[in-house]
């Protein structure tokens, strides 16, 4: 009997072990949604051979890592100065505040009354790393420009900051989803500063001062313009009856500047106008065009631009 109950545990055990890659597939845990993280950029340690000169050694050491930080950083520490301090590798951490991670003398040769220090040496800088689309055409979108306060849509009135809050915004987006340009936004400048201000000695990391000045500038200025916007409701009074006859009609016209921001140059114009569906005069008669439509229709015109 005891043979018999190993024999059909044994079989058991068997199938449930040949079963389990099916049984798994109903409990497996299924992956987690990964999605790739946008390239932000970052702040590494790059080598910078970089030559400096100067009355002393220590002047010329200072030179050669100024040399450095402005090959690689584009910017300077001004007025370095290590005055009764050695120039080893602690001082210029701690006066570059951070910025240098160390450096190492490559060659180095003396100098007397008559010419100066001139060292060589080999320096490890915090280096922001920008984003690949940083390197693509740069653009920004100008508050559309207006010629008057509002708007007047049918029975209604659209202002000239919701017109151009609407451009300005498709035009925007339709650049960013291009994927062909870099899109700088300005709304939000006064934000910005205040985070960039808690880069500071002191109160951030030292390599966090890489960050500092790498604020991107536009290659691309695109400059839209409402020339006119207008469906207006006409009105005439019917003797008789003393009824309204009403009927509506108008349009609009559209410039898109693009102004190459280096030089000032006016790379292109394009112009777009046409005229919103009219209304017979009619006692009964509604206008076709509202805010709504006309805000849709500027979205349409500013993404084919």
Same mark, same amino acid.
């Given at each position: ?17 040949? +079963?389990?890659? *099916? %049984?798994?597939?109903?409990? &497996? !845990? ?6 790739? #993280?946008?390239? $932000? +950029?970052?702040? *590494? %340690?790059?080598?910078?051979? &970089? !030559? ?6 220590? #002047?010329?050491? $200072?030179?050669?890592?100024? %040399? ?73 979108v100008a508050a559309p420009r207006t010629h008057q ?157």
């Amino acid at each position: 009997m005891r043979s018999n109950f190993r024999l059909i545990a044994a079989a058991l055990l068997l199938v449930n072990l040949t +079963g389990c890659d *099916k %049984v798994s597939k109903y409990f &497996a !845990k299924e992956e987690p949604f990964r999605k790739e #993280a946008p390239d $932000l +950029g970052g702040v *590494k %340690v790059v080598e910078v051979e &970089a !030559k400096g000169v100067g009355p002393t050694r220590s #002047a010329a050491i $200072l030179d050669a890592i100024n %040399v450095a930080l402005q090959q690689q950083n584009g910017t300077s520490m001004a007025a370095l100065q290590l005055g009764s301090l050695a120039p080893d590798n602690q001082n210029i951490v701690a006066l570059t505040q951070g910025s240098v991670q160390g450096f190492s003398v490559i060659s180095e040769r003396e100098g007397d009354a008559a010419h100066p220090w001139q060292i060589k040496l080999k320096v490890k800088v915090n280096s922001y790393q920008a984003p690949a689309d940083a390197k693509l055409p740069k653009v920004v979108v100008a508050a559309p420009r207006t010629h008057q306060g509002s708007y007047v849509i049918g029975d209604q009135t659209l202002s000239a900051s919701e017109a151009s809050a609407t451009m300005a915004g498709i035009i925007g987006e339709a650049v960013r989803k291009s994927n062909r340009f870099t899109l700088i936004k300005r709304d939000f400048d006064d934000e910005i500063d205040s985070e960039i201000d808690h880069i500071a000695p002191g109160s951030s990391p030292p390599a966090e001062m890489a960050r500092l000045g790498q604020r991107l500038t536009a290659d691309i200025l695109i400059i839209p313009e409402i020339n006119t916007l207008a469906y207006r409701k006409s009105t005439r009074l019917l003797h008789f009856s003393g009824r309204e006859l009403n009927s509506y009609a108008g349009g609009v016209d559209l410039s898109f500047h693009v102004i190459n921001v280096t030089t000032g140059q006016l790379i292109l114009t394009e112009h777009f106008a046409t005229s919103f569906p009219a209304t017979p005069p009619s006692v009964y008669g509604g206008q076709r065009v509202g805010i709504g439509s006309v805000n849709a229709w500027l979205a349409q015109v500013s993404d084919r631009f």
